[in-house]
């Protein structure tokens, strides 16, 4: 009889023997690497943050904001008005449903998009991605899937990642909901959307992004949500939904961590 009771008492021991084995882990891999700044290299506490200078250089958006482009707005309208839609959306209206962004494109975040995109700095998108989930609650809530801008074959195989599967993998473990890679594909190569006007950049993308024809049944009438790094003209991401939509998308929304706010930040592809 004594056995059971034995083995129970084991049972906290050996938790808090394998607590304190992780604490002496990270304690030494913080001694050999000490955590830095996501963004600025700078020493901070724990790793995967952003310190207390580059956390206040970030332009985080938060409510109220246009809730078609995800854009800030200057004051809240009335609730009974129904959700608050700029003048811009109006004007222009996008492909996609909603749009949400961690952050409008500033200078933190862009080092940020820069690290990951161009840095191979794969590190950094999980905590991006955990900020994403976090700024996207309410059109991740019932979506169905999410879908990455998908890379060019030739060009994912020069950056041998594609940054936005990169967060649409860790958007999607923290929100629960399957990442659909293969739902949607670039059907041929374009140029760098840096530099283009805004005219140019839709026109370069234009027919870009096809729904496979083995992926159309499974996608009619599904709640989607495109998953890129940053968003500026919204050129790729209204062709990426327009394809969606073609298809048989039932409502297509878009997840960013950052997105240009009033021209500010600079082209970025």
């Not at 004594?2 to 938790?15: H, M, Q, R, Y």
């Not at 002496?24 to 200078?53: E, I, K, N, T, Y």
């Not at 975040?109 to 950094?124: E, G, S």
């Not at 996207?136 to 060009?155: C, E, M, Q, S, W």
């Amino acid at each position: 009889m004594d056995k059971p009771l034995e083995a129970e008492s084991a049972l906290p021991f050996a938790a808090r023997l394998a607590g304190a084995a992780r604490v002496a882990a990270r304690g030494l891999v913080d001694f050999a690497l000490p955590p830095v700044c996501m963004a600025c290299r700078a020493a901070v506490d724990q790793p995967g943050c952003l310190c207390a200078s580059c956390w206040r250089g970030m332009e985080f958006i938060e409510r109220p904001y246009c809730d078609r482009l995800g854009t800030p707005l200057p004051y809240d309208s009335d609730p009974l008005d129904g959700p608050a839609v700029s003048s811009a959306a109006l004007a222009d209206p996008p492909a996609y449903a909603r749009a949400r962004a961690v952050a409008a494109f500033g200078e933190v975040a862009r080092d940020l998009v820069h690290a990951l995109k161009y840095a191979d700095r794969l590190d950094v998108a999980p905590p991006m991605a955990r900020m994403m989930a976090r700024a996207g609650a309410d059109i991740l809530d019932d979506a169905d899937a999410l879908i990455p801008v998908p890379l060019h074959g030739l060009r994912l195989w020069r950056r041998r990642f594609n940054q936005s599967a990169a967060l649409a993998k860790v958007v999607g473990r923290e929100a629960k909901i399957p990442v659909r890679t293969s739902w949607l594909t670039r059907a041929r190569a374009t140029v760098p959307q840096v530099g283009l006007d805004r005219a140019a950049r839709a026109q370069n993308v234009a027919g870009a992004f096809v729904v496979p024809a083995a992926a159309r049944a499974e996608l009619r009438g599904r709640r989607v949500v495109i998953v890129d790094d940053v968003l500026t003209t919204g050129a790729t991401i209204d062709a990426c939904a327009k394809a969606l939509t073609r298809a048989g998308a039932g409502r297509v929304d878009v997840l960013v961590f950052a997105r240009v706010v009033d021209g500010r930040g600079g082209a970025i592809s």
